[in-house]
DNA sequence: TTAAGTGCAAAATCTTTGCAAATGT
DNA sequence: ACATTTGCAAAGATTTTGCACTTAA
């Protein structure tokens, strides 16, 4: 995975701090995105809870990480191609979340285009498979 | 849109109570999905926000209503088609998520079919268009 | 009559806001 | 030096839990 926190706030305007670059190291250590609780887990000795929510927050705005909503309405976090901008996130592939590990991995699949019904116009289309992932699916007792 | 409350109650082995009825009718006064908010707002008068919450999980729990997430990560609920079990939800259509109204519609499109990765098992797959409703299109001001 | 459901109070979380101190440019 | 960012405290909101009272069967 690309990465260079500095270059990314650098890009973005944004001043380099210690607590920015390490939100972004801990995001892109796994290709799945990570959910907001886990990250306060893993981070919470070095940041502060508030903080982490105003990085994530404007990490968003500025097209750097997208978020990805689960089942639970927890925010998941994960780094943006860099085609993502401020105005539009290209987060247009599908997601899986898995229901044993709760991780969501982006995939490399396209989501499928969608007829919409006369009058409705869609401006991007989310698609989300639940079930189980690889990782749970080879470590699976029988 | 069919709806008997008392049927629906009693086909689920639920008691049937004054607020329980309120709560199904609410939900079946529109084709879309309704957040939580929006239905605290309506019958905070009538019922108590913690009856609220149990009465959606039961519902959820029995199929009797089926939960959307939206972007932020709120509750929505629509009635779930008949086919809706305890085990399992049949609300493999498209949602529409209205940018501007907010409000969630159940399309009447099938979801598409995604193919899944090797060592992935999908077992439902949830589609989300954002844009704008037929209504907010309509009443546009040009 | 009695098991289940409701409402209220209160605890536990989660999220936002205000401000003084610390930090990056 | 100065504007921004951070951490802490505290307010606000959301969700869960416990328990006495009420209600449906």
Redesign the interface.
């Known amino acids: 995975m690309r990465l260079d926190p500095s270059a990314i706030l650098k890009e973005h305007e944004l001043k380099h701090t210690k607590q920015r670059v390490r939100v972004l190291e801990e995001i892109a250590l796994d290709t799945a995105a990570i959910s907001q609780p886990e990250l306060e887990k893993k981070l919470g000795k070095e940041i502060d809870r508030v903080t982490l929510y105003r990085i994530l927050n404007i990490y968003e705005d500025k097209g750097i990480l997208h978020r990805i909503?689960?089942?639970?309405?927890?925010?998941n976090y994960a780094i943006c191609s860099p085609s993502c901008t401020e105005d539009h996130h290209h987060d247009e592939h599908?997601h899986?979340n898995c229901?044993s590990c709760a991780k969501i991995?982006c995939?490399?699949?396209n989501?499928?285009k969608?007829?919409?019904?006369?009058?409705?116009?869609?401006?991007?289309?989310?698609?989300?498979?639940?079930?189980?992932?690889?990782k749970c699916?080879?470590s699976k007792v029988q």
């Open positions: 909503m689960d089942m639970n309405g927890t925010a599908v899986f229901t991995y995939l490399e699949v989501a499928p969608v007829k919409m019904p006369a009058g409705y116009t869609a401006k991007t289309i989310n698609t989300t498979a639940y079930g189980i992932c690889e699916n080879s």
